[in-house]
């Protein structure tokens, strides 16, 4: 059974930092393309940050400078270092699994997996 869990969110002041974690299990990890996206209410979820099997990156281009993705297969986790927050950036932050391709990055139904989500809240 494949379970995606997300955790680090919390509440910080803006120009603030934040690293979100996330685990999958049931995956073979070192194959796996990751990514975030994140949804405020009444909004689509958007792609925030995705990085692919041979470690290639994508961003949106609100978050290009400010956030790094990373992923570390020895520990089965996958990151999203948040530098320089801002109000605009709070959200629910959801980590995606499983990439299959037939569209875009940042195509939601292009992913298999995804967590319950992490709470970002950056304040002014």
């Known amino acids: 059974q494949v379970q995606v869990v997300e955790s680090g969110g919390g509440l910080v002041q803006a120009g603030g930092s934040l690293r979100l974690s996330c685990t999958a299990s049931g995956l073979i990890f070192d194959d796996l393309t990751m990514g975030w996206f994140r949804q405020t209410p009444g909004k689509e979820r958007e792609g925030v940050a995705a990085?692919?099997?041979?470690?290639?990156?994508h961003y949106a281009d609100s978050v290009k400078g400010r956030f790094t993705i990373s992923k570390d297969n020895a520990k089965s986790t996958l990151y999203l270092q948040m530098n320089n927050l801002k109000p605009e950036d709070t959200a629910m932050y959801y980590c995606?699994?499983?990439?299959?391709?037939?569209?875009?990055?940042?195509?939601?139904?292009?992913?298999?997996?995804w967590g319950q989500g992490t709470q970002v809240t950056v304040s002014s």
């Open positions: 995606a699994a499983l990439w299959k391709g037939g569209g875009a990055w940042n195509d939601r139904p292009s992913w298999g997996y």
């Open positions: 990085i692919m099997a041979d470690g290639m990156t």
